[in-house]
């Protein structure tokens, strides 16, 4: 019995000890998790401690001042020292999340998270990521100043990934059960491609090839114009190009191919973007010139940004960071301020290639066969076999699409072209801006700027105020990139490029400002082809409409601008809707929504409840309308929504407005009708979930961890107004990531804030404590120290002294 009593002990203290030592998907091996030795418990830890540290390769101490939310200011004696000292410092606090966005980046999650990742993988390997990657690490290494400050930013960060024992791994490590990996100059290069990918703009060229296939050419070009009737652009329209001397494509004669396409890669959310603007002298209320900006990406903790001040004795700047790049990315410095939206260029095409057999070591073109590259993708799977991938390569980029990945099943492939495969050295570019002293430096910076197309905004101390929409464009025939192209027709081919001169550009406009918020970026006037590929066409308006509207303008005037929740696209739409929809088959109910949304004064304020019952109208009728597109089972886009709302007003009858489930024929007051029934369902079960249909709680604005929103570690139901197009472009998940304003007085005085907080570690009282101030439209004073030794609103102190 005693044996038998020893035995039974045994083997439960087996299971269990097993149990707790095991990774047991989705689950972390629960005892070294919950060790009191190495476990999450040691991730509860103060940040605020006063010290000195001692960091290899530093040739004198850096003075790191933090302010009371954990902002550094970083004092150091020369370039080199200040990005060994931004690596270690970024490391330090977000090491976790700048590791896992470059193995999203290079299509390494599998590694992590096992099988369920290995379509992502596949998808990031095809898309070549890598590949880009390379490039533009090729091209930095080419320039031995930026390598050199690579090499210390990467020595920084491992200089704290050394000093590190599992015990003080971020808790994210824990919870997956892996150790962070040395960082490398390609993790860098795969960060910055990580944000040319995110901000590729939402090219559709498969999608319109199945829809001309359908719906033929006349429909198409109807539905998807180059141009809308009201296009306020980023360059003023009365913007004067005669001076250049321009060389446009002939378009070729042909046909482009007419395949049908069933599935797609996964998009960047069509609704990044940004708004930016900047009102010179003559329209300050100061006389100093005023900028803004507000990047809009993924509401995530820990937050993309990571704000510092970075000075040495040659220039003092401050703003907010990407973990794992070097430099400001957004910010200023004693002489100018800059910022950045989202230009969403077309710079992704796609290639038919026609293989000359399943080897696919051979492609025709140009009226030969021409070989191929093949990259053989090791793509290992944890607690799986190792999976091999074989991307083929052609002149024109990786073959994303075959009969292995999405393909349609036919011996053919297609290969992205795209301009984040030409690498570049934009962190040239960045280390430049963060220096610079006027327009010409500025101008001078953005040369080296590749991929992702930006606008990039410009103000200075001199009282200069620029915009300027930066990338490297192919110079396109007419038409060009709207559809799938011949691979085989040198024709098809990017014929050359923009060059760089005449990249649309404007400095100190007549009217007194300049503003971009992902808009059309030039008027028909300009001379070189550009697609409307789906640019926003509400926020824009209102912003130039605002700067129209008075002559003078206060930092408070930019503040109640990014925080403004006009909703334009319900203004236009809302009251026609109104005036045409019969309302004598509502019931009681129904007439009480419908009161809500007359009486609504269009702004999607927290409390409202007519913008609730506008955003479930709407949702069911912008279904109703392209619901033939949905069923269809080829991938497809609906128009955009400034055209869709025109079809509404102005062409009631169209075929569209049929319901392909309905055996009547309806018209755009029929959808209206139908559509304000079903939306009264979602306010009904929105109203007996939540007690209200105020417009806060029905949106439900979150900020999810990066691990598919981990509840403990995010933020749920915030109070915020706004939404999708409207200038405070705050949507459930989605929004201004980070709000600045910079007035350029001597010194500059800055406000700014982020959904987030500077620590990565979800134990700390820093990594979340901005959330609130955000979601109330506020703002931090930025503490622009403008010198080491007479500091202002320091919580503590630390020094970074040279390892002997």
Known sequence: MKLLKFLLSFLLALSVFLALNTKIDPLPPLGKFLSPNQGIWLNDVSEDNTEELSIKGLSAPVKVHYDKHLIPHVFAQNNLDLYRSQGYITAKHRLWQMEFQTHASAGRLSEIVGSAALDYDRSQRRKGMLFGAEKALENMQKDPEILGYLEAYRDGINSYIESLSPSKYPVEYKLLDYAPEPWTLKKTALLLMYMTDMLAGYETDLEFTNFINNYGRERFDFLFPDFFDVNDPVIPANRDWSDWEVTVPDTPEGDFPMDYITDVLPKPNPDNGSNNWAVGPDKSYSGNAILANDPHLQLNLPSIWYVMQLATPEKNTFGATLPGALGIVIGFNNHISWGVTNATRDVRDWYKIKFKDEKREEYWYDNQWKPTTKEVEE?????????????VYTHHGPVSYDASFKGNGQKMGYAMQWTGHLGGNNQRTLIELNGAKNYHEYEAALVHFVAPAQNFVFSSRDGDIALWIQGRFPNK???????????????????????????????NPERGFVSSANQHPVDKSYPYYVFNDGYEMYRNRVINDFFRSKKKFTIQDFKDLHNNNYNLKAAELLPHMLKVMPTDGLSEEELAYLNEAKAWNFYNNTDSKGASVWEAWWSKLNRMVWDELRADTLAMV???????????????????????????????????????????????????????????????TYVGHLLQALPAFSRFNLPIGGNSGIVNA???????????????????KALGVYPGGQSGNPGSKYYDDLVDIWAAGEYLELQFMQSAENPTGVLFTQTLNPKQ
């Open 379 to 391: 793509i290992v799977i944890r607690g799986r076999e190792t999976f091999y991938d074989t991307v």
């Open 638 to 700: 609906p128009p955009f929504t400034y055209q869709t709302i025109n079809l509404l007003k102005n062409f009631p009858d169209d075929p569209f407005m049929d319901r392909v489930n309905t055996p009547e024929i309806e018209t755009a007051t029929d959808l209206f009708v139908a559509s304000f029934k079903e939306g009264v369902k979602d306010l009904n079960t929105w109203k007996e979930r939540l007690g209200n249909y105020n417009w806060a709680d029905v949106k439900a």
């Open 477 to 507: 025939w007419k038409g060009q990139g709207k559809f799938l192209m011949d691979g085989t027709n040198p024709e098809h081919d990017w014929q050359g490029w923009i060059p760089q001169a005449h990249n649309a550009h404007v400095k």
């Open 730 to 748: 705050t949507s459930r998940n989605h929004g201004p990531s980070w709000r600045m304003i910079v007035e350029m007085s001597d010194p500059p």
